[in-house]
């Protein structure tokens, strides 16, 4: 699952945003998600092309997100599609009226890998307030009971903002009383209904990371961040400071049987926008990720893997020697390389030094003590 690959080749995730409807009104959407589906949404033929040329790909991770997933009434039809060539496959469908016992059922029956749920408080009122809907912990809550009932994986998703930073360790202690097999936990970005008053503060960010990692040690569950690549960085200083090394990957990566990991337990290299990762919209436009709004082709004119791998910002994207600023001369841009959907958002360029990373690397140390 884990086995190496060339990032300008294949990508190690694909999402696809099957449709934009849905009836959840979060303040952070990417999307900006509307109450109806979009006609022009890639069908049904449209999406069975679309999975043979992700397959294609050294079968990659494919999600189905949105809006809700479950908005379309032939997300199964498409998803046994994929199941049925071997692809694995998972979704994150908004906690709405959508998500019943029969539907998990059915997921289960054609061989869904994971089911994904979003909770970014640990209780009601922190919640539904960033979900922008009243009843929104409740029903969650109440559709996780159905899964562990099924015995499917649970995965959480939080984003991290202003709303629930100081409520860090209960979300933790809810991670662990609902038995999730991974806690995935975003750092927002603004984009869509993202805005910056929302975001945390720099210093803040590296307060979670290490945070996180102190968790990560003994947590029943596993630990992903998204748009939080410095989070990587964070992960080998601390590896380095408990092996009394210094900082050199050598030294702080660890060889495994499904090749070089990081100690997050995932990708064995660093994903980031356009480098491992790719994001497909309903109506087949293609970007480096679901955060970085900069189109780089439309599956309906071009293959994916055409796209993926020729596109020159996707390119660009891929070589961290091409990161402006500190980013750029960054002895750990390899496997970090900063939120580049971020240097996007706060800059205006996608190359651009990582906005909300304190770290000073080593080089502008040099340079700093002999100027």
């Not at 997100?65 to 199941?83: M, V």
Request: with cysteine; proline share 5%.
């Amino acid at each position: 699952m884990f086995s190496p690959r060339d990032y300008n080749e294949d990508p190690f995730i694909v999402i696809w945003e099957v449709t934009r409807a849905c009836a959840l009104k979060c303040l952070h959407c990417r999307a900006d998600a509307q109450h109806h589906r979009d006609p022009r949404e890639l069908n049904f033929d449209e999406a069975k092309v679309l999975i043979d040329q992700i397959h294609s790909m050294k079968n990659p991770l494919l999600v189905f997100t949105g809006g809700d997933p479950l908005e379309r009434n032939d997300l199964f039809d498409i998803a046994t599609y994929a199941i049925q060539k071997g692809v694995r496959v998972s979704m994150t469908p908004s906690a709405t009226p959508n998500v019943t016992k029969d539907v998990m059922k059915k997921a289960k029956d054609i061989g869904l890998a994971r089911w994904a749920f979003s909770i970014d408080g640990p209780n009601a009122e922190i919640h539904d307030h960033f979900r922008g809907t009243t009843g929104s912990f409740k029903r969650t809550m109440e559709a996780i009971e159905y899964l562990h009932e099924l015995n499917m994986p649970l995965q959480i998703n939080t984003v991290i903002s202003k709303y629930n930073l100081n409520y860090l360790e209960e979300m933790k202690t809810l991670m662990e009383k609902l038995n999730v097999v991974l806690w995935s936990v975003f750092f927002l970005v603004p984009v869509g209904r993202g805005q910056e008053k929302d975001m945390i503060s720099p210093v803040e960010h590296e307060k979670v990371f290490r945070w996180l990692h102190h968790v990560a040690q003994d947590a029943s569950f596993d630990i992903k961040t998204t748009a939080g690549q410095h989070y990587r960085r964070v992960v080998l200083q601390q590896k380095a400071k408990e092996k009394e090394t210094t900082i050199a990957f050598e030294n702080v990566l660890e060889k495994g049987a499904t090749g070089t990991v990081d100690g997050l337990g995932r990708a064995p290299k660093g994903v980031n926008d356009g480098n491992g990762f790719v994001f497909i919209s309903h109506i087949g436009d293609v970007y480096p990720s679901g955060l970085l709004p900069v189109k780089v082709g439309n599956v309906r004119l071009q293959t994916l893997p055409d796209i993926y791998r020729n596109s020159p910002i996707l390119k660009q994207l891929r070589d961290p020697n091409q990161y402006k600023g500190k980013c750029g001369v960054c002895e750990f841009r390899q496997v970090c390389g900063g939120s580049r959907s971020r240097a996007y958002a706060m800059t205006g360029d996608y190359l651009e030094s990582e906005p909300y990373c304190v770290y000073i690397p080593k080089a502008m140390r040099k340079h700093t003590k002999t100027s």
